[in-house]
């Protein structure tokens, strides 16, 4: 078998983030959480169909039929919720590396004021009052953020939106692949079989069969 | 049980090929060239802090020691300080400040990696992603037969799908909260809770 497109090194993998974002900074930068997280891309797809159509472009009618029912109907009962899911865990992850980074900064920021302390002690001991305060004010940062931060708490919400995404994104493939149980069934008790599973998952449960 | 003919089969197969394990393989890729970039970048603000700060001890060390122990001429019981104890004191002042901050900026970096665990997500996905070529290996090779196409295309699938889900369970332990973020926090928020007792004690002895 011959894969369609052999040059895959310029492209990028299909997902719901931005293409390219904060592309001229340095790496460790463009990883860095946003402030303002953009919304949900409604229209987003697993599959690009352009290249879908393609594809389909070289079978028979029927075959092409057939695929775009499959997709059709995977698009009806699953993806919308792989979207809200794959949507929540970004969200999410954002969320749980801004605090933690507001953490990180506040951490430094503690021990530059502690090491201030300590070397003003002799030297411009009139300055330690308003380093206290300073301390002070670390310390109401850092509380407000744990209590503001925990609810939902963002890692756990993370993990778990992610694990429903890529759960639910597999499902897509196996249907649209007839494996195993979509094989086993044929017309409208396959489809109700997607619709259930679909859900299961979305739910956090095992879909069974 | 399945009613598919030859040809659906093949562009079932194409499409699992191009925009599940083709794009998964690219998304691990791309992630290991990424987080191994970032780790790198990292890595060398970290060391660079840490050089910086020996260097910036050693000098203020150095400079102490020249202009300001006893019988040095910028030194406490020096009957006539030359001209430049001023900027030699500026200058060291200036080198204990960076001894001090330089350290703090280091464990941002620090902090960072341990966040964003690139090293360890980068050997993950290396090996989520030599395992899609094992699994990529399974794909009905040209001229398969009718009757054994289908089973090629379902253990080829069913492999691929099993490296994913195996992939996404490893993500998930790998990622936990740094060690010393949880301390901090925990320590400020006693910190917080101490002041604000504090606080209230004063308040009520003056009532």
Same mark, same amino acid.
């Given at each position: 078998?011959?894969?369609?497109?052999?040059?895959?090194?310029?492209?990028?993998?299909?997902?719901?983030?931005?293409?390219?974002?904060r592309?001229?900074?340095?790496?460790?930068?463009?990883?860095?959480?946003?402030?303002?997280?953009?919304?949900?891309?409604?229209?987003?797809?697993?599959?690009?169909?352009?290249?879908?159509?393609? @594809?389909?472009?070289?079978?028979?009618?029927?075959?092409?039929? !057939?695929?775009?029912?499959?997709?059709?109907?995977?698009?009806?009962?699953?993806?919308?919720?792989?979207?809200?899911?794959?949507?929540?865990?970004? $969200?999410?992850?954002? !969320?749980?590396?801004?605090?933690?980074?507001?953490?990180?900064?506040?951490?430094?920021?503690?021990? @530059?004021?502690? &090491?201030? @302390?300590?070397?003003?002690l002799?030297?411009?001991?009139?300055?330690?009052?308003?380093?206290?305060?300073?301390?002070?004010?670390?310390?109401?940062?850092?509380?407000?953020?744990?209590?503001v931060?925990?609810?939902?708490?963002?890692?756990a919400?993370?993990?778990?939106?992610?694990?429903?995404?890529?759960?639910?994104?597999?499902? $897509?493939?196996?249907?649209?692949?007839?494996?195993?149980?979509?094989?086993?069934?044929?017309?409208?008790?396959?489809?109700?079989l *997607?619709?259930?599973?679909?859900?299961?998952?979305?739910?956090? +449960?095992?879909?069974?069969? | 049980?399945?009613?598919?003919?030859?040809?659906? *089969?093949?562009?079932?197969y194409?499409?699992?090929?191009?925009?599940?394990?083709?794009?998964?393989?690219?998304?691990?890729?791309? &992630?290991?060239?990424?987080?191994?970039?970032?780790?790198?970048?990292?890595?060398?603000?970290?060391?660079?802090?840490?050089? *910086?700060?020996?260097?910036?001890?050693?000098?203020? +060390?150095?400079l102490?020691?020249?202009?300001?122990?006893? +019988?040095?001429?910028c +030194?406490?019981?020096?009957?006539?300080p &030359?001209?430049?104890?001023?900027? &030699?004191?500026?200058?060291?002042?200036?080198?204990?400040?960076l001894?001090? *901050?330089?350290?703090?900026?280091?464990?941002?970096?620090?902090?960072?990696?341990?966040?964003?665990q690139?090293?360890?997500?980068?050997?993950?996905? !290396?090996?989520?992603?030599?395992?899609l070529?094992?699994?990529?290996?399974?794909?009905?090779p040209?001229?398969?037969?009718?009757?054994?196409?289908l089973?090629y295309?379902?253990?080829?699938?069913?492999?691929?799908?099993?490296?994913?889900?195996?992939?996404?369970?490893?993500?998930?332990?790998?990622?936990?909260?740094?060690?010393?973020?949880?301390k901090?926090?925990?320590?400020?928020?006693?910190?917080?809770?101490? $002041?604000?007792?504090? @606080?209230?004690?004063?308040?009520?002895?003056r009532s």
């Amino acid at each position: 078998m011959t894969d369609q497109n052999a040059s895959l090194s310029d492209v990028e993998p299909i997902h719901q983030g931005e293409q390219n974002f904060r592309g001229s900074l340095p790496e460790w930068m463009r990883q860095l959480p946003r402030i303002q997280f953009p919304p949900m891309d409604e229209n987003f797809q697993l599959i690009d169909k352009k290249k879908l159509e393609h @594809m389909l472009a070289e079978s028979t009618p029927e075959v092409a039929q !057939r695929i775009r029912e499959d997709i059709d109907h995977l698009d009806r009962e699953l993806l919308h919720l792989f979207r809200e899911r794959d949507y929540q865990a970004s $969200y999410h992850q954002n !969320r749980y590396r801004l605090y933690q980074v507001l953490y990180i900064l506040l951490a430094a920021a503690a021990s @530059m004021v502690g &090491a201030g @302390m300590a070397l003003a002690l002799n030297s411009a001991p009139h300055i330690i009052p308003a380093l206290a305060i300073l301390e002070v004010l670390i310390a109401a940062g850092t509380t407000y953020l744990a209590t503001v931060g925990s609810r939902p708490p963002p890692l756990a919400t993370w993990l778990e939106n992610r694990r429903r995404a890529e759960y639910l994104r597999r499902e $897509y493939f196996r249907y649209l692949s007839n494996l195993s149980p979509y094989d086993q069934q044929k017309g409208y008790l396959r489809e109700m079989l *997607l619709a259930k599973r679909a859900a299961r998952i979305n739910q956090g +449960g095992d879909p069974g069969v | 049980m399945s009613t598919i003919n030859r040809q659906e *089969l093949e562009v079932r197969y194409q499409i699992f090929d191009r925009f599940i394990l083709k794009d998964q393989k690219l998304y691990y890729d791309k &992630a290991i060239k990424r987080y191994r970039a970032a780790a790198n970048q990292v890595n060398r603000f970290r060391a660079g802090s840490a050089a *910086l700060t020996a260097i910036a001890a050693g000098s203020a +060390g150095v400079l102490v020691s020249s202009f300001f122990t006893g +019988g040095q001429v910028c +030194g406490v019981d020096a009957a006539d300080p &030359a001209s430049y104890c001023d900027a &030699a004191r500026l200058g060291v002042g200036a080198l204990v400040l960076l001894a001090m *901050l330089l350290p703090a900026i280091g464990s941002i970096f620090s902090t960072l990696m341990e966040l964003y665990q690139w090293d360890r997500l980068s050997d993950l996905y !290396r090996s989520a992603s030599e395992n899609l070529v094992v699994a990529d290996a399974m794909s009905p090779p040209e001229g398969t037969p009718d009757d054994e196409f289908l089973e090629y295309f379902r253990e080829y699938a069913e492999s691929a799908l099993t490296v994913m889900n195996a992939e996404t369970a490893q993500w998930g332990q790998s990622i936990r909260e740094a060690e010393d973020l949880k301390k901090f926090i925990t320590a400020q928020k006693a910190r917080a809770q101490a $002041y604000q007792q504090d @606080m209230g004690e004063s308040s009520s002895s003056r009532s």
